[in-house]
């Protein structure tokens, strides 16, 4: 490994002209896909200059989404704990529940701009989904979003609410049934439809300029919960805890804080337990995790001996993804953030505690990062202040939880 | 076989000795290990028999983005009959062995080589018997590290070429590929196609006026007549799911298949 020179231990020169964070990252896709990347990056480039872009965004987000979400201070679940505060960033309030409306909307206005008629999306947890569905409504665009069947299944209500919305939602059959093979399948028809359609990639992976696009677009978070923190406590948190499937509302919320030197961890998907091999956790050395390549970027990638794709497991469909977005694969080799891994068990444990304690249902991914947020507060003193992002709301999951609570006799 | 023209050279042997006998080469691809690593030999004796000039022979991985259905599955039997990267490397060494002298080039994608190691690919690829590798995700932008170990092995890198490539990277890609410029017919994924649009042509034309190789044409190819329509204009012409569609019927139905293929791009 090259070592990171001075330029690049500022986690701000990232991504490089070639898209690189690093070692991570760069553009391994079809041929036929390399001049639609060009484009939109090109575009991207364009807008994110353009004032007025930038303001009918702003407008949307505030009148239609109902930014900023606010930040609460968890009161209860802190003195449950019986250490450092817990406080929450609430995504969960942003229209369709979750933080992806934020990276959706930036981008459909995106493929507005450059005259795309349609919207192909992949989905895992279907929160993805339902935003693309319903800023393609909003905006008057088509829409398909593909979605394994197995996620079908274990988010039903996503599925309705995404059909009520207009999109046309298609199975896929192939592989391990969830995200990995949604995002294939967007793939091959973005290969076929380039010409009039827009693959709206939902978190910071993929190939380059995405895991750019998308960072930008989810930083909002980050940006208000630092003012917001400044006004309501009077200052910084001393941890921010974020759950990483692909690593969106992780990098939404890590972003704007990176110079200011705050501990910050990332929670993936534990699982069975690591040694299970049943889990999806990329960058807490388990040994099936090697840089590698996939859908269209260099980073860490859960796989065989032979670089055959693993297949993974998490309660949690969102975070049930075998690679990470490409700058968490940076941060973690830096050292600048660190990443952990909480089990399906304590993540259920976690959307009971928040629930009964606060009065609210988290989404299971975001449940994972109040678990870990639930730890690390036990054993830090009380003027500690720990910031999760509470990424999105539990409606979703009420059917995987009551199975799982009923099958652990609870 | 010590005579036998290695990498680069064997391409463009295959590609000579169909230009002499005014014919556009014929290269069909196979996923190696379907519809079982045991049936593999004889379907590739097969499709040599049959006619093609080329081998591509399939290298299966569990995410084949660029791939429609038919290689899909082909993909998925293989992995599930075992067939690893070695698996595919021991295949083409057996045949190599029994004196299988049509080049042989491995289309795969970029996953399983890396973890390979670039360099002991490279190098693996070079004593069996490989002439070239076609590796889909791995555009020009990003294939230096790979064709270096191509170079350093004397392998051919085959790059593509879509219908959405601009000229500045056409040339670049012109420039660089070696074998023979694989020409993408058309937007989307593998498969059987709807026919050869009138683009096409324009499109063969623009390519070839920039490429110091041959130049093949891919990607929806499965009738005598759509081969018949190209073989005046390009060099190649490359069948993959139709011949993966007929793998299953057994080597005499597909040598029959791929005799009617060849039969067709004979030049008028």
């Known amino acids: ?410 | 076989m010590k005579d036998r023209p290695f990498g680069r050279e064997a391409l463009a042997a295959a590609f000579a000795r169909a230009r002499a006998e005014r014919r556009a080469a014929l290269i069909t691809y196979l996923t190696a290990g379907y519809p079982s690593l045991e049936d593999s030999p004889a379907l590739l004796k097969a499709l040599a028999q049959g006619g093609a000039d080329i081998l591509e022979l399939g290298v299966p991985f569990s995410d084949p983005i660029a791939d429609g259905p038919t290689i899909q599955k082909a993909s998925y039997v293989a992995l599930q009959n075992g067939t690893t990267p070695s698996a595919c490397l021991n295949l083409v060494r057996r045949l190599r062995e029994e004196g299988f002298r049509t080049p042989m080039v491995l289309m795969g994608y970029y996953n399983p080589i890396y973890r390979y190691g670039l360099e002991a690919y490279a190098q693996a690829c070079r004593e069996v018997g490989v002439d070239g590798l076609i590796v889909p995700d791995v555009p020009v932008e990003e294939a230096e590290p790979l064709q270096s170990a191509c170079r350093a092995y004397g392998l051919a890198l085959i790059l593509l070429a879509a219908p959405t490539t601009r000229e500045d990277r056409l040339r670049r890609i012109a420039a660089q590929t070696e074998g023979f410029l694989y020409l993408v017919a058309r937007l989307g994924i593998t498969g059987a196609g709807d026919g050869l649009t009138g683009d096409l042509f324009d499109r063969v034309a623009q390519v070839r006026r920039f490429a110091r190789t041959p130049v093949a044409v891919g990607f929806g190819i499965a009738m005598p007549e759509q081969a018949r329509a190209l073989a005046p204009w390009v060099d190649g012409v490359i069948v993959g799911s139709a011949i993966v569609e007929r793998a299953p019927q057994g080597p005499g139905a597909l040598a029959e298949y791929v005799a009617s293929l060849r039969a067709a791009l004979r030049l008028a």
Request: hydrophobic fraction near 40%.
């Open chain 1, 1 to 410: 490994m090259t070592p990171l020179c001075e330029r690049n231990l500022s986690p701000h020169g990232w991504p490089d002209a070639r898209g690189y964070y690093g070692p991570y990252g760069g553009r391994f896709v079809a041929e036929t896909l390399m001049e639609p990347l060009a484009e939109l990056e090109e575009a991207y480039r364009q807008a994110r200059e353009d004032p007025t872009f930038q303001a009918e965004l702003a407008a949307l987000l505030c009148h239609y989404v109902g930014r900023p979400t606010p930040i609460t201070y968890a009161q209860r679940l802190s003195a449950a704990c019986g250490g450092a505060q817990i406080w929450l960033k609430r995504e969960d309030l942003a229209h369709t529940g979750a933080h992806k409306i934020n990276n959706a909307l930036g981008q459909a206005l995106l493929a507005k701009r450059m005259g795309k008629k349609r919207l192909i999306a992949e989905t895992g947890a279907g929160q993805h989904g339902v935003a693309t569905a319903t800023v393609a409504a909003l905006l008057g665009m088509e829409c398909t979003v593909y979605m394994g069947c197995e996620d079908m299944a274990r988010q039903a209500p996503n599925v309705l609410r995404m059909r009520l919305l207009g999109a046309d939602v298609r199975a896929v059959e192939g592989g391990s049934r969830t995200l990995k093979d949604a995002i294939n399948e967007a793939l091959r028809d973005w290969a076929y439809s380039v010409r009039e359609s827009y693959y709206l990639l939902g978190s910071a992976l993929g190939p380059h300029p995405y895991p750019l696009i998308v960072r930008d677009l989810q930083s909002v978070i980050g940006r208000e919960a630092r003012e917001q923190m400044l006004a309501q406590a009077g200052r910084l948190p001393d941890i921010l805890v974020a759950c990483v499937g692909g690593g969106s509302n992780a990098i939404g919320l890590f972003y704007p804080f990176l110079q200011d030197g705050i501990e910050m961890v990332g929670v993936e998907a534990g699982g069975e337990g690591l040694a299970s091999h049943r889990h999806a956790s990329r960058l807490t050395g388990a040994p099936e995790s090697r840089v590698g390549v996939l859908h269209g970027v260099r980073t860490y990638v859960l796989q065989d001996e032979h670089g055959q794709i693993a297949a993974t497991h998490s309660i949690s469909a969102g975070l049930d993804y075998p690679s990470v977005g490409p700058e968490h694969a940076l941060l973690y080799e830096m050292g600048r953030v660190r990443y952990t891994a909480v089990t399906d068990g304590e993540a259920l444990a976690a959307f009971q505690a928040l629930a009964r304690l606060e009065g609210i249902l988290p989404a299971l991914e975001s449940a994972h990062a109040i678990a870990e947020a639930m730890r690390l507060a036990a054993a830090r003193p009380k003027e500690a202040i720990l910031l999760v992002n509470l990424s999105g709301r539990g409606d979703k999951d009420l059917d995987t939880v009551s199975a799982a609570l009923e099958e652990g006799g609870r």
